[in-house]
Nanobody
Framework: QVQLVESGGGSVQAGGSLRLSCAGFGYSDIDYCMGWLRQAPGKEREGVAHIDSDGDTSYADSVKGRFTISEDNAKNTLYLQMNSLKPEDTAMYYC????????????????????WGQGTQVTVSS
């Protein structure tokens, strides 16, 4: 069973930076789609960024140019570097994983992820 554990959240002022980490355990010897999603109070959970097994990345328009998703396969760890943070980035951030489906396409959609971390809170003050 895959387990995901996020860390690195906190409180920062607007314009600051944070790096989130997601340590993965229990992976099988297959490729996974990995992603970061977030949920702000009173809003639906939304995709932030995802990365496929070839290292190709995709970002939500709201974070392009500010956030960078990356992974260290040797450490089974996923990262999200967040720069130029804005108050609207305030949310609970979750990492998620799913085996790469037949065809190899990682959609980044919430419904396509099988495994979730417990979340880490990011609060950005103005």
């Amino acid at each position: 069973q895959v387990q995901l554990v996020e860390s690195g959240g906190g409180s920062v002022q607007a314009g600051g930076s944070l790096r989130l980490s997601c340590a993965g355990f229990g992976y099988s010897d297959i490729d996974y789609c990995m992603g970061w999603l977030r949920q702000a109070p009173g809003k639906e959970r939304e995709g932030v960024a995802h990365i496929d097994s070839d290292g190709d990345t995709s970002y939500a328009d709201s974070v392009k140019g500010r956030f960078t998703i990356s992974e260290d396969n040797a450490k089974n760890t996923l990262y999200l570097q967040m720069n130029s943070l804005k108050p609207e980035d305030t949310a609970m951030y979750y990492c998620a994983a799913a085996p790469v489906p037949i065809g190899g396409y990682c959609s980044g959609r919430e419904a396509d992820y099988n495994y979730w971390g417990q979340g880490t809170q990011v609060t950005v003050s103005s």
